[in-house]
């Protein structure tokens, strides 16, 4: 059974400096991963998605798959408070499902 | 375009009573998720449907919690009997197969659940 496990659980950054969250996955033979963001008593709002080991970047969101060490990173460049929300990592078996694996979540902080 | 639509968004009980969520998805897709998400916990897959079918019901509570989506629309996620352990935000996810972006799901707000 796939596990997801972030890393770490909560994060302070100040604003402009480069935010690095960590997701470790047990499946290799995972096909999709995504990065989403909730804000506190809001719903999930999907950051990236990445399918292939390397870099997908949205915005000013860059994902790092690497299937061999079982890592997906999320980079975050220049955040603003605004960006302080619960950061989940889901990971899902195929293309085609929703069946999504979520890890807990890493709690980001930025500080004017 | 209207993104997933749920109510009640807050709902209070004691343990025994019985709540039902709705879900409104996104126009066109065909798929409908219902997660459950702990406080501090990412969410975990209850039930998913395709239309009307149910395609995977395997975390679902059953002897409890209930799922429906009679036309392929909206649906209707029941809670009997409530526990304080249900205690939980459940989140309605919609996607369109072959959509792009590797059928991507779409979230509402949720619906939050306190059993006292």
């Known amino acids: 059974q796939q596990k997801v496990q972030q890393s770490p659980e909560s994060l302070t950054v100040s604003e402009g400096a480069m935010a690095s969250l960590n997701c470790t996955f047990s499946?290799?033979?995972?096909?999709?991963f995504r990065w989403y963001r909730q804000h506190s008593g809001k719903g999930l709002e999907v950051l990236v998605s990445?399918?292939?080991?390397g870099e997908k970047e949205e915005g000013s969101f860059t994902a790092h798959l690497n299937r061999a060490s079982l890592h997906v990173f999320l980079h975050i460049r220049e955040p603003q408070p605004s960006d302080s929300a619960l950061y989940l990592c889901?990971?899902?078996?195929?293309?085609?499902?929703?069946?999504?694996?979520f890890g807990h979540g890493t709690i980001l902080r930025v500080h004017p | 375009e209207a993104g997933v639509t749920q109510s009640p968004r807050y709902a209070v009980l004691q343990e025994g009573q019985a709540v039902s969520f709705w879900c409104d998805p996104i126009?066109?897709?065909?798929?409908l998720y219902w997660y459950q998400q702990p406080r501090d916990q990412g969410p975990q897959l209850l039930v998913y449907?395709?239309?009307?079918?149910?395609?995977?019901n395997s975390q679902l509570p059953s002897d409890r919690f209930s799922a429906v989506r009679p036309k392929g629309t909206n649906s209707t996620l029941k809670i009997q009997s409530a526990k304080q352990g249900d205690t939980a935000t459940y989140l309605c996810?919609?996607?369109?197969?072959?959509?792009?972006?590797?059928?991507?799901?779409?979230f509402g707000e949720g619906s939050r659940l306190i059993v006292v």
């Open positions: 996810a919609s996607s369109r197969t072959g959509g792009g972006s590797g059928n991507t799901l779409y």
């Open positions: 499946d290799r033979s995972s096909d999709n």
């Open positions: 990445i399918f292939s080991d």
């Open positions: 889901a990971v899902s078996p195929g293309a085609n499902t929703g069946k999504l694996t």
């Open positions: 126009s066109g897709h065909d798929t």
């Open positions: 449907f395709r239309d009307e079918a149910v395609i995977d």
